[in-house]
Protein backbone atom coordinates (compact mmCIF):
# COMPACT_ATOMS: atom_id res chain seq x y z
CA UNK A 1 0.00 0.00 0.00
CA UNK A 2 1.40 3.21 -1.15
CA UNK A 3 0.05 6.92 -0.14
CA UNK A 4 -2.48 7.26 -3.18
CA UNK A 5 -3.83 3.78 -2.54
CA UNK A 6 -4.39 5.84 1.25
CA UNK A 7 -5.91 8.48 -0.41
CA UNK A 8 -8.14 7.01 -2.88
CA UNK A 9 -9.68 4.67 -0.05
CA UNK A 10 -10.54 7.33 2.96
CA UNK A 11 -11.67 9.47 0.15
CA UNK A 12 -13.85 7.46 -1.47
CA UNK A 13 -15.26 6.21 2.29
CA UNK A 14 -15.45 10.46 3.50
CA UNK A 15 -16.95 11.14 0.43
CA UNK A 16 -20.12 8.59 0.77
CA UNK A 17 -20.16 9.33 4.55
CA UNK A 18 -20.40 12.78 4.19
CA UNK A 19 -23.37 12.55 1.30
CA UNK A 20 -25.72 10.31 3.01
CA UNK A 21 -25.57 12.41 6.34
CA UNK A 22 -25.81 15.71 4.04
CA UNK A 23 -28.52 15.00 1.95
CA UNK A 24 -30.72 13.02 4.31
CA UNK A 25 -30.36 15.33 7.29
CA UNK A 26 -33.49 16.51 9.28
CA UNK A 27 -36.00 13.50 9.74
CA UNK A 28 -38.34 14.39 12.54
CA UNK A 29 -41.18 11.73 11.28
CA UNK A 30 -41.25 7.75 11.53
CA UNK A 31 -42.28 7.82 8.17
CA UNK A 32 -39.36 10.24 6.66
CA UNK A 33 -37.09 8.29 8.93
CA UNK A 34 -37.71 4.59 8.16
CA UNK A 35 -39.12 5.02 4.70
CA UNK A 36 -37.68 7.94 3.40
CA UNK A 37 -41.69 9.31 2.79
CA UNK A 38 -42.27 6.87 0.67
CA UNK A 39 -40.25 9.24 -2.31
CA UNK A 40 -37.90 6.65 -3.81
CA UNK A 41 -38.29 6.38 -7.98
CA UNK A 42 -37.99 2.79 -9.00
CA UNK A 43 -34.29 2.72 -10.44
CA UNK A 44 -33.52 4.04 -6.67
CA UNK A 45 -35.31 0.74 -5.43
CA UNK A 46 -33.42 -1.43 -7.92
CA UNK A 47 -29.86 -0.29 -6.90
CA UNK A 48 -30.84 -0.37 -3.12
CA UNK A 49 -31.87 -3.80 -3.61
CA UNK A 50 -29.13 -5.06 -5.50
CA UNK A 51 -26.62 -2.95 -2.95
CA UNK A 52 -28.22 -4.57 -0.17
CA UNK A 53 -28.02 -8.56 -1.16
CA UNK A 54 -24.43 -7.16 -2.28
CA UNK A 55 -22.00 -6.92 0.40
CA UNK A 56 -18.56 -7.40 0.96
CA UNK A 57 -19.09 -11.26 1.40
CA UNK A 58 -20.60 -11.47 -2.56
CA UNK A 59 -16.96 -9.18 -4.09
CA UNK A 60 -14.85 -10.89 -1.81
CA UNK A 61 -15.95 -14.56 -1.82
CA UNK A 62 -17.70 -15.22 -5.01
CA UNK A 63 -14.68 -14.91 -7.28
CA UNK A 64 -12.96 -17.42 -5.01
CA UNK A 65 -16.18 -19.63 -4.99
CA UNK A 66 -15.78 -19.68 -9.34
CA UNK A 67 -11.84 -20.16 -8.82
CA UNK A 68 -12.41 -23.53 -7.03
CA UNK A 69 -15.82 -24.76 -8.02
CA UNK A 70 -16.62 -22.87 -11.22
CA UNK A 71 -19.79 -20.94 -12.44
CA UNK A 72 -22.23 -23.53 -10.92
CA UNK A 73 -23.21 -21.04 -7.87
CA UNK A 74 -24.99 -18.78 -10.61
CA UNK A 75 -27.75 -21.90 -10.52
CA UNK A 76 -28.07 -20.05 -7.04
CA UNK A 77 -29.89 -17.38 -8.59
CA UNK A 78 -32.57 -19.02 -11.20
CA UNK A 79 -35.48 -19.19 -8.97
CA UNK A 80 -34.86 -15.09 -8.16
CA UNK A 81 -37.07 -13.67 -11.37
CA UNK A 82 -39.77 -15.70 -10.83
CA UNK A 83 -39.83 -15.09 -7.45
CA UNK A 84 -39.90 -11.41 -7.97
CA UNK A 85 -43.23 -11.31 -10.37
CA UNK A 86 -44.96 -13.51 -7.29
CA UNK A 87 -44.01 -10.79 -5.00
CA UNK A 88 -44.78 -7.72 -7.06
CA UNK A 89 -48.57 -9.91 -7.67
CA UNK A 90 -49.17 -10.52 -4.12
CA UNK A 91 -47.03 -8.65 -1.34
CA UNK A 92 -46.32 -5.70 -2.98
CA UNK A 93 -50.04 -4.12 -3.24
CA UNK A 94 -50.43 -5.70 0.07
CA UNK A 95 -47.89 -3.72 2.05
CA UNK A 96 -48.99 -0.70 0.26
CA UNK A 97 -52.54 -0.96 1.10
CA UNK A 98 -52.39 -1.27 4.86
CA UNK A 99 -49.71 1.39 4.88
CA UNK A 100 -47.52 -0.99 7.10
CA UNK A 101 -43.88 0.43 8.26
CA UNK A 102 -42.87 -3.74 8.65
CA UNK A 103 -43.94 -6.88 6.84
CA UNK A 104 -44.65 -8.01 10.61
CA UNK A 105 -47.61 -5.57 10.98
CA UNK A 106 -49.40 -7.42 8.64
CA UNK A 107 -49.76 -10.37 10.70
CA UNK A 108 -51.24 -8.91 13.76
CA UNK A 109 -53.96 -7.85 10.92
CA UNK A 110 -54.00 -11.04 9.84
CA UNK A 111 -53.35 -13.19 13.06
CA UNK A 112 -52.62 -11.85 16.71
CA UNK A 113 -49.73 -9.95 18.23
CA UNK A 114 -47.99 -13.62 19.43
CA UNK A 115 -47.62 -14.26 15.28
CA UNK A 116 -46.65 -10.66 14.77
CA UNK A 117 -44.18 -10.97 17.73
CA UNK A 118 -42.96 -14.36 17.13
CA UNK A 119 -42.11 -13.20 13.35
CA UNK A 120 -40.50 -9.72 14.08
CA UNK A 121 -37.97 -12.36 16.41
CA UNK A 122 -37.20 -14.69 13.79
CA UNK A 123 -36.47 -12.11 11.67
CA UNK A 124 -34.30 -10.20 14.58
CA UNK A 125 -32.32 -13.28 15.18
CA UNK A 126 -31.69 -14.11 10.93
CA UNK A 127 -30.76 -10.83 10.85
CA UNK A 128 -28.97 -10.13 14.03
CA UNK A 129 -26.43 -12.69 13.31
CA UNK A 130 -26.30 -12.01 9.54
CA UNK A 131 -25.07 -8.02 10.52
CA UNK A 132 -22.09 -9.44 13.20
CA UNK A 133 -21.50 -11.92 9.67
CA UNK A 134 -21.88 -8.44 7.41
CA UNK A 135 -19.25 -6.82 9.21
CA UNK A 136 -16.84 -9.82 10.47
CA UNK A 137 -16.52 -10.92 6.66
CA UNK A 138 -14.19 -8.15 5.05
CA UNK A 139 -13.08 -6.94 8.57
CA UNK A 140 -11.61 -10.60 8.67
CA UNK A 141 -9.92 -10.63 5.51
CA UNK A 142 -9.24 -7.03 5.27
CA UNK A 143 -7.28 -7.60 8.99
CA UNK A 144 -5.61 -10.33 7.51
CA UNK A 145 -4.35 -8.64 4.03
CA UNK A 146 -3.40 -5.37 5.59
CA UNK A 147 -2.06 -6.59 8.85
CA UNK A 148 -4.41 -4.84 10.84
CA UNK A 149 -6.26 -6.13 14.50
CA UNK A 150 -9.64 -7.40 13.27
CA UNK A 151 -11.23 -5.79 16.58
CA UNK A 152 -10.01 -1.94 15.21
CA UNK A 153 -11.00 -2.97 11.59
CA UNK A 154 -14.96 -4.22 12.97
CA UNK A 155 -14.98 -0.90 14.47
CA UNK A 156 -14.20 1.58 12.04
CA UNK A 157 -16.62 -0.46 9.65
CA UNK A 158 -18.89 -0.33 11.62
CA UNK A 159 -18.52 2.95 12.87
CA UNK A 160 -18.55 4.66 9.43
CA UNK A 161 -21.73 2.32 8.85
CA UNK A 162 -23.36 3.91 12.14
CA UNK A 163 -22.65 7.31 11.34
CA UNK A 164 -24.83 8.04 8.10
CA UNK A 165 -27.83 5.13 8.92
CA UNK A 166 -28.41 6.63 12.72
CA UNK A 167 -28.31 10.16 11.22
CA UNK A 168 -30.64 9.97 7.70
CA UNK A 169 -32.41 6.36 8.49
CA UNK A 170 -33.92 5.01 4.84
CA UNK A 171 -32.99 7.82 3.18
CA UNK A 172 -29.40 7.79 3.84
CA UNK A 173 -29.50 4.11 3.17
CA UNK A 174 -30.95 4.48 -0.29
CA UNK A 175 -28.84 7.73 -1.28
CA UNK A 176 -25.18 5.91 -0.66
CA UNK A 177 -26.15 2.85 -2.07
CA UNK A 178 -26.60 4.30 -5.77
CA UNK A 179 -23.43 5.58 -6.08
CA UNK A 180 -21.62 2.56 -3.49
CA UNK A 181 -23.17 0.11 -6.26
CA UNK A 182 -21.95 2.26 -9.00
CA UNK A 183 -18.18 2.09 -7.82
CA UNK A 184 -18.16 -1.40 -6.46
CA UNK A 185 -19.43 -2.86 -10.21
CA UNK A 186 -16.90 -0.47 -11.75
CA UNK A 187 -13.97 -1.72 -9.44
CA UNK A 188 -14.70 -5.35 -10.70
CA UNK A 189 -15.11 -4.89 -13.57
CA UNK A 190 -11.48 -2.91 -13.32
CA UNK A 191 -10.19 -5.82 -11.91
CA UNK A 192 -11.20 -8.27 -14.11
CA UNK A 193 -9.91 -6.34 -17.26
CA UNK A 194 -6.45 -6.14 -15.45
CA UNK A 195 -6.63 -9.84 -14.77
CA UNK A 196 -7.00 -10.41 -18.73
CA UNK A 197 -4.84 -7.55 -19.45
CA UNK A 198 -1.93 -9.72 -18.04
CA UNK A 199 -2.59 -12.82 -19.42
CA UNK A 200 0.35 -14.11 -22.55
CA UNK A 201 -0.15 -12.23 -25.84
CA UNK A 202 -1.22 -15.24 -27.78
CA UNK A 203 -4.62 -16.04 -25.30
CA UNK A 204 -7.70 -14.02 -26.62
CA UNK A 205 -10.54 -13.41 -24.45
CA UNK A 206 -12.07 -16.14 -26.90
CA UNK A 207 -9.40 -18.42 -25.58
CA UNK A 208 -9.82 -17.40 -21.96
CA UNK A 209 -13.69 -18.71 -22.13
CA UNK A 210 -12.54 -21.73 -24.09
CA UNK A 211 -9.77 -22.67 -21.88
CA UNK A 212 -12.42 -22.23 -18.66
CA UNK A 213 -14.96 -24.38 -20.80
CA UNK A 214 -12.10 -27.34 -21.24
CA UNK A 215 -10.87 -27.20 -17.75
CA UNK A 216 -14.68 -27.86 -16.30
CA UNK A 217 -14.70 -24.12 -14.75
CA UNK A 218 -17.68 -23.60 -17.02
CA UNK A 219 -20.30 -25.87 -15.52
CA UNK A 220 -23.20 -23.04 -15.62
CA UNK A 221 -26.37 -25.40 -15.54
CA UNK A 222 -26.23 -29.07 -13.75
CA UNK A 223 -29.53 -30.62 -14.66
CA UNK A 224 -28.87 -33.96 -12.33
CA UNK A 225 -31.34 -34.13 -9.56
CA UNK A 226 -29.45 -34.34 -6.70
CA UNK A 227 -30.46 -33.67 -2.52
CA UNK A 228 -27.09 -33.55 -1.81
CA UNK A 229 -25.53 -30.90 -4.25
CA UNK A 230 -25.96 -27.31 -2.76
CA UNK A 231 -26.28 -26.32 -6.49
CA UNK A 232 -27.98 -27.11 -9.54
CA UNK A 233 -31.15 -26.35 -11.67
CA UNK A 234 -32.85 -27.61 -9.77
CA UNK A 235 -31.68 -26.11 -6.00
CA UNK A 236 -31.82 -23.00 -8.01
CA UNK A 237 -35.49 -22.82 -9.47
CA UNK A 238 -37.28 -24.77 -6.30
CA UNK A 239 -34.70 -24.11 -3.21
CA UNK A 240 -34.12 -20.36 -4.51
CA UNK A 241 -37.41 -19.47 -5.42
CA UNK A 242 -38.46 -20.66 -1.87
CA UNK A 243 -35.35 -18.29 -0.64
CA UNK A 244 -36.19 -15.39 -2.77
CA UNK A 245 -39.81 -15.23 -1.90
CA UNK A 246 -38.80 -15.46 1.65
CA UNK A 247 -35.83 -12.87 1.46
CA UNK A 248 -37.41 -10.37 -0.80
CA UNK A 249 -41.18 -11.24 0.67
CA UNK A 250 -40.69 -11.56 4.77
CA UNK A 251 -37.07 -9.87 5.33
CA UNK A 252 -37.53 -6.44 6.60
CA UNK A 253 -33.85 -5.64 4.81
CA UNK A 254 -35.28 -6.03 1.72
CA UNK A 255 -39.27 -5.01 2.45
CA UNK A 256 -38.16 -1.72 3.76
CA UNK A 257 -36.31 -0.97 0.46
CA UNK A 258 -39.36 -0.98 -1.99
CA UNK A 259 -41.99 0.10 1.21
CA UNK A 260 -40.47 3.35 0.34
CA UNK A 261 -41.08 3.54 -3.19
CA UNK A 262 -43.65 6.68 -4.36
CA UNK A 263 -45.88 4.14 -5.69
CA UNK A 264 -47.07 0.15 -6.09
CA UNK A 265 -45.98 0.64 -9.66
CA UNK A 266 -42.67 1.77 -8.58
CA UNK A 267 -41.45 -0.73 -5.88
CA UNK A 268 -43.32 -3.65 -8.69
CA UNK A 269 -40.51 -2.42 -11.29
CA UNK A 270 -37.69 -1.78 -8.52
CA UNK A 271 -38.21 -5.65 -7.86
CA UNK A 272 -38.82 -6.46 -11.48
CA UNK A 273 -35.51 -5.03 -12.65
CA UNK A 274 -33.87 -6.30 -9.50
CA UNK A 275 -34.99 -9.99 -10.49
CA UNK A 276 -33.79 -9.36 -14.33
CA UNK A 277 -30.57 -7.75 -13.35
CA UNK A 278 -28.98 -9.68 -10.64
CA UNK A 279 -28.05 -12.81 -12.45
CA UNK A 280 -26.00 -10.78 -15.03
CA UNK A 281 -23.99 -9.17 -12.26
CA UNK A 282 -23.08 -12.41 -10.62
CA UNK A 283 -22.37 -13.89 -14.17
CA UNK A 284 -19.46 -11.34 -14.17
CA UNK A 285 -18.43 -11.25 -10.80
CA UNK A 286 -18.39 -15.27 -11.23
CA UNK A 287 -16.48 -14.34 -14.36
CA UNK A 288 -13.87 -12.24 -12.66
CA UNK A 289 -12.70 -15.74 -10.76
CA UNK A 290 -12.81 -17.66 -13.93
CA UNK A 291 -10.51 -14.87 -14.97
CA UNK A 292 -8.46 -15.34 -12.05
CA UNK A 293 -8.13 -18.85 -12.33
CA UNK A 294 -6.81 -18.35 -16.36
CA UNK A 295 -4.40 -15.67 -15.21
CA UNK A 296 -3.27 -18.34 -12.48
CA UNK A 297 -2.87 -20.94 -15.77
CA UNK A 298 0.37 -19.04 -16.94
CA UNK A 299 1.19 -16.97 -13.34
CA UNK A 300 2.07 -19.50 -10.68
CA UNK A 301 -0.39 -18.80 -7.54
CA UNK A 302 0.29 -18.77 -3.85
CA UNK A 303 0.42 -21.92 -2.79
CA UNK A 304 -2.12 -21.02 -0.15
CA UNK A 305 -3.47 -17.34 -0.60
CA UNK A 306 -4.04 -16.67 2.69
CA UNK A 307 -0.61 -14.92 2.80
CA UNK A 308 -0.40 -13.67 6.46
CA UNK A 309 -1.54 -17.41 8.06
CA UNK A 310 1.05 -18.87 5.79
CA UNK A 311 3.59 -16.44 7.27
CA UNK A 312 2.80 -16.75 10.71
CA UNK A 313 2.92 -20.60 10.22
CA UNK A 314 6.80 -20.17 8.59
CA UNK A 315 7.73 -18.95 12.04
CA UNK A 316 6.87 -22.01 13.94
CA UNK A 317 8.49 -25.89 13.12
CA UNK A 318 6.76 -26.41 10.24
CA UNK A 319 8.90 -23.99 7.96
CA UNK A 320 11.21 -26.21 6.41
CA UNK A 321 7.93 -28.61 5.43
CA UNK A 322 5.83 -25.35 3.58
CA UNK A 323 9.15 -24.47 2.47
CA UNK A 324 9.63 -27.74 0.58
CA UNK A 325 6.21 -28.29 -0.31
CA UNK A 326 6.00 -24.20 -1.74
CA UNK A 327 9.32 -25.62 -3.81
CA UNK A 328 7.53 -28.83 -5.18
CA UNK A 329 4.34 -26.68 -5.74
CA UNK A 330 6.23 -24.63 -8.17
CA UNK A 331 7.84 -27.26 -10.31
CA UNK A 332 4.78 -28.62 -10.64
CA UNK A 333 3.54 -24.88 -11.77
CA UNK A 334 5.79 -25.35 -14.57
CA UNK A 335 5.07 -28.26 -15.75
CA UNK A 336 1.60 -27.16 -15.59
CA UNK A 337 1.95 -23.99 -17.54
CA UNK A 338 3.70 -25.80 -20.91
CA UNK A 339 0.56 -28.19 -20.52
CA UNK A 340 -1.73 -24.95 -20.62
CA UNK A 341 0.19 -23.37 -23.87
CA UNK A 342 0.14 -26.59 -25.43
CA UNK A 343 -3.72 -26.51 -24.93
CA UNK A 344 -3.87 -22.82 -26.14
CA UNK A 345 -1.85 -23.79 -29.52
CA UNK A 346 -4.13 -26.70 -30.14
CA UNK A 347 -7.21 -24.91 -28.86
CA UNK A 348 -6.26 -22.93 -31.64
CA UNK A 349 -5.61 -25.26 -34.55
CA UNK A 350 -9.04 -27.39 -33.04
CA UNK A 351 -6.70 -29.90 -32.82
CA UNK A 352 -9.68 -32.31 -30.85
CA UNK A 353 -7.33 -35.37 -29.98
CA UNK A 354 -4.46 -32.81 -28.94
CA UNK A 355 -6.85 -31.14 -26.62
CA UNK A 356 -7.95 -34.40 -25.09
CA UNK A 357 -4.19 -35.68 -24.49
CA UNK A 358 -3.69 -32.07 -23.25
CA UNK A 359 -6.54 -31.67 -20.70
CA UNK A 360 -5.18 -35.45 -19.52
CA UNK A 361 -2.03 -34.24 -19.09
CA UNK A 362 -3.45 -31.16 -16.88
CA UNK A 363 -5.56 -33.28 -15.20
CA UNK A 364 -2.76 -35.20 -13.32
CA UNK A 365 -0.86 -32.28 -12.88
CA UNK A 366 -4.12 -30.13 -10.99
CA UNK A 367 -4.21 -33.65 -9.17
CA UNK A 368 -0.74 -32.98 -7.70
CA UNK A 369 -1.64 -29.47 -7.33
CA UNK A 370 -4.67 -30.39 -4.83
CA UNK A 371 -2.66 -32.54 -2.95
CA UNK A 372 0.32 -30.16 -2.38
CA UNK A 373 -2.12 -27.82 -1.67
CA UNK A 374 -4.03 -30.04 0.74
CA UNK A 375 -0.61 -30.91 2.60
CA UNK A 376 0.48 -27.26 3.05
CA UNK A 377 -2.95 -26.68 4.58
CA UNK A 378 -2.39 -29.56 6.71
CA UNK A 379 1.06 -27.86 7.90
CA UNK A 380 -0.47 -24.93 8.63
CA UNK A 381 -3.18 -25.96 10.85
CA UNK A 382 -0.45 -28.30 13.27
CA UNK A 383 1.64 -24.71 12.94
CA UNK A 384 -1.08 -22.54 13.99
CA UNK A 385 -4.14 -24.74 15.89
CA UNK A 386 -7.21 -23.43 15.64
CA UNK A 387 -6.53 -21.23 12.08
CA UNK A 388 -9.08 -21.49 9.53
CA UNK A 389 -7.26 -23.04 5.94
CA UNK A 390 -10.28 -22.31 4.23
CA UNK A 391 -8.58 -19.43 1.63
CA UNK A 392 -10.62 -19.41 -1.35
CA UNK A 393 -12.19 -15.97 0.41
CA UNK A 394 -8.50 -14.92 -0.51
CA UNK A 395 -7.96 -15.50 -3.57
CA UNK A 396 -9.64 -12.17 -4.89
CA UNK A 397 -7.80 -9.97 -2.55
CA UNK A 398 -4.38 -11.42 -2.64
CA UNK A 399 -4.83 -10.66 -6.52
CA UNK A 400 -5.87 -6.80 -5.46
CA UNK A 401 -3.22 -6.48 -3.46
CA UNK A 402 -0.19 -8.74 -5.21
CA UNK A 403 -0.59 -8.01 -8.57
CA UNK A 404 -2.62 -4.64 -9.52
CA UNK A 405 -1.30 -1.50 -9.66
CA UNK A 406 -1.06 1.36 -6.96
CA UNK A 407 -4.65 3.76 -6.51
CA UNK A 408 -6.38 0.43 -8.50
CA UNK A 409 -5.25 -1.19 -5.07
CA UNK A 410 -7.22 1.77 -3.38
CA UNK A 411 -9.85 2.12 -5.08
CA UNK A 412 -10.72 -2.24 -4.79
CA UNK A 413 -10.17 -1.79 -0.69
CA UNK A 414 -13.10 0.85 -0.90
CA UNK A 415 -15.22 -1.55 -3.00
CA UNK A 416 -14.47 -3.44 -0.29
CA UNK A 417 -15.71 -1.09 2.28
CA UNK A 418 -18.19 0.30 0.49
CA UNK A 419 -19.88 -3.51 -0.37
CA UNK A 420 -19.72 -4.19 3.79
CA UNK A 421 -20.95 -0.89 4.28
CA UNK A 422 -24.23 -0.92 1.62
CA UNK A 423 -25.44 -4.14 3.17
CA UNK A 424 -24.95 -3.55 6.83
CA UNK A 425 -26.27 -0.01 6.90
CA UNK A 426 -30.06 -2.13 5.19
CA UNK A 427 -29.49 -4.63 8.07
CA UNK A 428 -29.48 -2.07 10.92
CA UNK A 429 -32.10 0.21 9.34
CA UNK A 430 -34.21 -2.88 9.08
CA UNK A 431 -33.49 -4.57 12.47
CA UNK A 432 -34.22 -0.70 13.91
CA UNK A 433 -37.57 -0.80 12.34
CA UNK A 434 -38.57 -4.02 13.31
CA UNK A 435 -37.31 -3.49 16.94
CA UNK A 436 -39.35 0.52 17.14
CA UNK A 437 -42.65 -1.05 15.36
CA UNK A 438 -42.88 -4.35 16.29
CA UNK A 439 -41.60 -4.59 19.66
CA UNK A 440 -40.91 -1.27 21.41
CA UNK A 441 -44.46 0.48 19.51
CA UNK A 442 -46.48 -2.55 20.01
CA UNK A 443 -45.46 -4.43 23.36
CA UNK A 444 -43.26 -1.38 25.15
CA UNK A 445 -44.23 2.07 24.70
CA UNK A 446 -47.26 3.02 22.65
CA UNK A 447 -48.12 6.45 23.51
CA UNK A 448 -44.63 8.56 22.35
CA UNK A 449 -45.01 10.68 19.34
CA UNK A 450 -43.47 10.86 15.78
CA UNK A 451 -40.30 12.38 17.03
CA UNK A 452 -39.52 10.22 20.01
CA UNK A 453 -40.31 7.61 18.27
CA UNK A 454 -37.34 8.47 15.42
CA UNK A 455 -35.21 9.20 18.58
CA UNK A 456 -35.84 5.61 19.75
CA UNK A 457 -35.20 4.03 16.16
CA UNK A 458 -31.77 5.97 16.02
CA UNK A 459 -30.95 4.32 19.36
CA UNK A 460 -32.00 1.14 18.46
CA UNK A 461 -29.61 1.22 15.08
CA UNK A 462 -26.94 2.31 17.27
CA UNK A 463 -27.72 -0.94 19.30
CA UNK A 464 -27.60 -3.07 16.81
CA UNK A 465 -24.56 -1.81 14.94
CA UNK A 466 -22.61 -1.98 18.39
CA UNK A 467 -24.62 -5.64 18.80
CA UNK A 468 -23.13 -6.71 15.16
CA UNK A 469 -19.71 -5.41 15.78
CA UNK A 470 -19.53 -7.68 19.32
CA UNK A 471 -20.94 -10.80 17.19
CA UNK A 472 -18.43 -10.16 14.83
CA UNK A 473 -15.51 -9.95 17.01
CA UNK A 474 -16.11 -13.37 18.35
CA UNK A 475 -17.61 -14.95 15.25
CA UNK A 476 -15.74 -17.78 13.41
CA UNK A 477 -16.73 -19.44 10.07
CA UNK A 478 -16.31 -22.70 9.11
CA UNK A 479 -17.99 -22.19 5.11
CA UNK A 480 -16.59 -20.11 2.71
CA UNK A 481 -17.98 -17.05 3.40
CA UNK A 482 -20.98 -15.98 0.79
CA UNK A 483 -22.20 -20.27 1.58
CA UNK A 484 -22.00 -19.14 5.03
CA UNK A 485 -24.14 -16.14 4.83
CA UNK A 486 -26.94 -18.23 2.55
CA UNK A 487 -26.72 -21.12 5.18
CA UNK A 488 -27.67 -18.87 8.10
CA UNK A 489 -30.63 -17.40 5.93
CA UNK A 490 -31.94 -20.62 5.34
CA UNK A 491 -32.18 -21.79 8.39
CA UNK A 492 -35.02 -19.06 9.18
CA UNK A 493 -36.54 -17.94 6.12
CA UNK A 494 -38.66 -21.17 4.89
CA UNK A 495 -40.37 -20.84 8.32
CA UNK A 496 -40.67 -17.19 7.82
CA UNK A 497 -42.36 -17.92 4.03
CA UNK A 498 -44.58 -20.32 5.51
CA UNK A 499 -46.31 -17.81 8.08
CA UNK A 500 -46.75 -15.65 5.51
CA UNK A 501 -48.27 -17.78 2.68
CA UNK A 502 -50.86 -19.01 5.59
CA UNK A 503 -51.53 -15.92 6.04
CA UNK A 504 -51.94 -14.90 2.65
CA UNK A 505 -53.46 -17.81 0.92
CA UNK A 506 -55.15 -20.37 3.54
CA UNK A 507 -57.54 -18.10 5.05
CA UNK A 508 -59.32 -20.48 7.54
CA UNK A 509 -56.07 -21.09 9.91
CA UNK A 510 -55.88 -18.79 12.93
CA UNK A 511 -52.94 -17.86 15.16
CA UNK A 512 -52.88 -20.54 17.17
CA UNK A 513 -52.28 -23.36 14.17
CA UNK A 514 -49.97 -21.07 12.54
CA UNK A 515 -47.84 -20.17 15.55
CA UNK A 516 -47.49 -24.02 17.22
CA UNK A 517 -46.68 -25.08 13.33
CA UNK A 518 -43.91 -22.19 12.98
CA UNK A 519 -42.47 -23.68 16.54
CA UNK A 520 -41.92 -26.63 15.14
CA UNK A 521 -41.03 -26.45 11.87
CA UNK A 522 -37.78 -24.12 13.30
CA UNK A 523 -37.00 -26.43 15.17
CA UNK A 524 -36.91 -29.08 12.82
CA UNK A 525 -34.61 -27.06 10.71
CA UNK A 526 -32.15 -26.53 13.53
CA UNK A 527 -32.40 -30.05 14.00
CA UNK A 528 -31.29 -31.12 10.34
CA UNK A 529 -28.84 -28.25 10.19
CA UNK A 530 -27.14 -29.69 13.30
CA UNK A 531 -27.57 -33.31 12.58
CA UNK A 532 -28.24 -33.94 8.87
CA UNK A 533 -26.70 -31.05 7.55
CA UNK A 534 -25.23 -33.96 5.33
CA UNK A 535 -27.76 -35.45 3.66
CA UNK A 536 -30.20 -32.77 2.79
CA UNK A 537 -28.55 -29.31 1.05
CA UNK A 538 -29.04 -26.13 2.72
CA UNK A 539 -31.24 -24.34 0.21
CA UNK A 540 -34.04 -27.21 0.54
CA UNK A 541 -34.01 -26.11 4.34
CA UNK A 542 -36.33 -23.22 3.07
CA UNK A 543 -38.76 -25.50 1.03
CA UNK A 544 -38.77 -27.91 3.97
CA UNK A 545 -39.34 -25.09 6.41
CA UNK A 546 -42.32 -23.65 4.60
CA UNK A 547 -43.98 -26.63 3.10
CA UNK A 548 -43.79 -27.79 7.21
CA UNK A 549 -45.34 -24.93 8.31
CA UNK A 550 -48.30 -24.87 5.95
CA UNK A 551 -49.04 -28.37 6.30
CA UNK A 552 -48.74 -28.31 10.08
CA UNK A 553 -50.99 -25.16 10.40
CA UNK A 554 -53.81 -27.14 8.18
CA UNK A 555 -53.70 -30.09 10.19
CA UNK A 556 -53.76 -28.33 14.03
CA UNK A 557 -56.25 -26.95 12.57
CA UNK A 558 -58.33 -29.52 12.20
CA UNK A 559 -57.05 -30.85 15.58
CA UNK A 560 -59.20 -28.22 16.56
CA UNK A 561 -56.51 -25.77 17.81
CA UNK A 562 -58.28 -22.36 16.53
CA UNK A 563 -58.45 -19.78 19.55
CA UNK A 564 -55.98 -16.88 19.43
CA UNK A 565 -53.58 -17.18 22.60
CA UNK A 566 -53.87 -13.73 23.04
CA UNK A 567 -56.93 -11.76 21.41
CA UNK A 568 -55.64 -8.03 20.90
CA UNK A 569 -57.04 -6.18 18.17
CA UNK A 570 -54.06 -4.81 15.57
CA UNK A 571 -52.71 -1.34 16.50
Given amino acids: MKVVDWVV??????????????????????????????????????????????????????????YEDGMRFLQFYFGLPLAMVILSITAVPLYHKLKVYTAYEYLETRFDLTVRSLAAFLFLMLRGISVGITIYAPSLILSSILGWNINLTTIFIGLLVMAYTVSGGTRAVSLTQKYQLTLIMAGMVTAGWLAFSKLPDSVSFGDAFRLAGELGKLNLVNVTFDLTDRYNLWSGLIGGLFLFLSYFGTDQSQVGRYLGGKSVTESRLGLIFNGLLKIPMQFIILYIGILLFVFYQFNEPPVFHNLTLKERAMKTEQAETIAQLEKDYGQNFDAKKKEMENLIRDLHTDNRAGIDADRSAIGITQGRERAIRTRVKAAIASAVPGANTQDKDYVFINFVMTRLPHGVIGLLLAVVFCAAMSSTASELNSLASTTTVDIYKRSVYRGGDDLHYVRMSKAFTAGWALIGMALASVANQSENL??????????????????????????????????????????????????????????????????????????????????????????
Fill in 9 to 66: LFGTLALIVGYGIWKSRGSKNIEGYLLGNKSMPWWNICLSIMATQASAITFLSTPGQA
Fill in 482 to 571: IQFVNIIGSLFYGTLLGIFIVAFYVRFVTSRAVFLAAVVSELTILYLYTFQRERVAFLLYNIIGCLLVVALAILFQGLGIQKKIIPTAPG
